[in-house]
């Protein structure tokens, strides 16, 4: 057992200093046992700078399809075949009433999602604002939105319309990146992160994990964003769709998947780390270990191009384990 190994390294978060590269490489050879003792450590990290309250967080897919970019992962990209749906900008009401649904069962943030390289096109951001300022006036929801590889003066635009968080993902290590993206750089999502910051925003910032990267490679992520400063980490485990370049991997271990998030929370002991993708097929009937391994949000309701869990059902998982969420369902 790597007891001492891991007592010092809880220790470093419950600091909030953070454990070293080294040491996050070195969780890569802990046994199913040893990974057992760390996630009572991970816990105690996780009530220690987030107490019992678990975020809920809520999307709507606004744009859905028609992507020019060829993320491996994405059912989105025109240059896959799959199923997934395609439409254009919902308009204002639409997109206001997705957001009072999802504060009624109980989000306390919504986040806007288009397809696309960036929403550069005018009257699209147009629509954009002008449901940002509605939701912030009739819900208290934090609004989010997720709207690819912006430009600086446009999310000044959006920041002054009301929006409190950008969420834009690197996707995978920088060593990784081309075997998932070629149709942009690592460095253009880098910079698209920057923008956000510089507008003032709060910066959601996070990766698809199980996409055929090392766990080495993992970690390289997690240590460019801390590099980053941000706020929130988005956790997707890849739930590969039939039709994209990624269609033949499978599901990621259970143990594997919580190795991750408690690697994420050892290198980020005081970000909000939320699982989002793949959630449900992961974790399935272990859906508290999630929080146990670190992790102190997920995703409620419905992603992009695929059905998630009843929102009741989460509220009553997050409950049952005698943990809070953030806001009670309506």
């Known amino acids: 057992m790597r007891r001492e190994l891991t007592d010092r390294m809880i220790n470093s978060g419950l600091a909030g200093r953070g454990v070293t590269r080294e040491q996050a490489l070195e969780l890569e050879f802990f046994s199913h046992e040893e990974l057992d003792y760390l996630f009572k450590g991970t816990s105690r990290l996780r009530n220690r700078f987030k107490g019992n309250d678990v975020k809920i ?22 240059q896959f075949k799959t199923e997934s749906p395609e439409y254009e900008l919902l308009n204002v009401d639409q997109i206001v009433t997705a957001a009072k649904e999802a504060e009624a069962f109980g989000s306390n943030e919504f986040s806007i999602v288009v397809s696309g390289t960036a929403l550069d096109n005018r009257n699209e951001l147009d ?8 939701i912030k006036k009739e819900t208290s929801l934090e609004v ?6 912006m430009s600086l003066a446009n999310m000044k635009e959006l920041k002054a319309a009301g929006l ?12 990784h990146f081309k075997n998932i993206v070629t149709t942009h750089t690592y460095d253009d999502e880098v910079q698209a992160v920057h923008n956000a910051k510089e507008a003032g925003l ?31 980490f988005p956790i997707n485990f890849l739930k590969s769709i039939e ?30 780390l939320f699982v989002c993708g793949g959630r449900e097929e992961v974790f399935n009937n272990n859906q508290e270990q999630l929080f146990a391994a670190g ?21 009553e998982m997050i409950e049952n384990l005698g943990l809070h969420p953030v806001y009670q369902p309506a």
Do not use: W
């Open 164 to 175: 409190d968080r950008c969420h834009h993902n690197l996707e995978t290590a920088a060593s």
């Open 127 to 134: 629509r954009v604002i002008e449901a940002i300022k509605r």
């Open 57 to 78: 967080c809520s999307i709507v897919n606004a744009k859905s399809g028609k992507c020019q970019e060829d993320c491996g992962f994405c059912a989105q990209s025109s």
């Open 295 to 315: 992790a102190n949000g997920i995703l409620g309701g419905n992603y992009l191009t695929t059905k998630g869990e009843d929102p009741k059902r989460d509220i």
């Open 144 to 149: 989010c939105c997720s709207l690819g590889l």
């Open 202 to 232: 709060q910066v959601c910032v996070g990766g698809v994990f199980g996409m055929g990267e090392s766990f080495a490679q993992r970690v390289e992520l997690a240590f460019d964003i801390r590099d980053l400063n941000t706020q929130s």
């Open 243 to 272: 039709g994209t370049a990624l269609e033949h991997l499978g599901l990621m271990d259970l143990y594997e998947a919580l190795r991750t998030i408690a690697m994420l929370r050892l290198v980020l002991p005081t970000i909000d």
